[in-house]
């Protein structure tokens, strides 16, 4: 028998996570996105890959990442990172949505490049809103006898805890991360974070450091059985 490694906490586990922005476009060469730059659920993924776990990434377009070891699907849009998420979550044994995902597109995407010069350009832009990939993740599995742990995050500028909370709640969820995105050292591509971490019954934990050592405080954290339904 060859020599093996110690299996891990989450040696057999399957860790599905999103990660990274999304873009919208409202036509082939303009988008709506954020600064997101996958850092934070990439040091997850790593985290959990570590910890013994097969985990897939649904990412977002981001620049160049550590993608060892894992299983990245490659997303543009909102819709494409909820269907891939929705076509995984099941089999799941926790689901961390990490990508910030625009909440909203451009109601109609032009087939070409719309010409400055041009009557009918966009003077104003009409929005509509983006699937929640989390939202319908958790309502997706919330009927199975048994589902995945559901991590969130949340990204805060003001009144962070009692948000994240509120988050938990509305997409039943059994862990949320809270992050002031205007602390010092957190936030968009910073290499360190700071978070809170709630869950539905335990006292708040803080957390901060390296992304990577938050990642694995995070996981740490987590109920790593998959939980009974609620309901
Ligand atoms: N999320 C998602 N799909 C969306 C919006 C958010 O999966 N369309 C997920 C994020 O990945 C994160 C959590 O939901 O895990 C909270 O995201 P956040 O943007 O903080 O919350 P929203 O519900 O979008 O509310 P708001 O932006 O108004 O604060
Ligand atoms: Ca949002």
Do not use: C, Y
């Not at 699937?131 to 009144?159: C, I, M, N």
Request: aromatic share 4%; glycine share 10%.
């Amino acid at each position: 028998v060859a020599a093996r490694f110690s299996p891990g906490p989450l040696a057999g586990k399957r860790v599905l996570l999103t990660a990274g922005p999304t873009r919208e476009f409202l036509d082939p060469v303009r988008f709506i996105s954020n600064p997101s730059t996958g850092k934070m659920g990439m040091a997850l993924a790593q985290a959990a890959r570590e910890l013994g776990a097969s985990v897939t990434v649904v990412l977002g377009p981001v620049g160049s990442v550590d993608r060892s070891g894992l299983e990245v699907v490659d997303v543009v849009t909102a819709e494409e990172m909820a269907r891939e998420v929705l076509g995984r979550v099941a089999e799941a044994d926790v689901f961390i949505a990490t990508a910030a995902v625009s909440d909203w597109r451009p109601e109609l995407r032009a087939a070409q490049k719309v010409k400055k010069g041009s009557v009918d350009g966009p003077e104003t832009l009409r929005l509509v809103r983006t699937p929640d990939v989390l939202a319908e993740a958790s309502r997706k599995v919330s009927g199975q006898t048994r589902r995945p742990v559901l991590v969130g995050f949340a990204a805060e500028t003001e009144r962070v805890l009692e948000h994240a909370r509120e988050k938990l709640e509305r997409k039943g969820l059994d862990v949320i991360v809270a992050n002031d995105v205007t602390a010092p050292g957190a936030g968009f591509g910073t290499d360190t974070n700071r978070v809170t971490v709630l869950t539905r019954t335990g006292a708040p934990r803080e957390l901060q450091g390296s992304k990577d050592a938050v990642a694995r405080g995070i996981l740490e954290l987590l109920p790593v059985e998959r939980r009974p339904s609620a309901g």
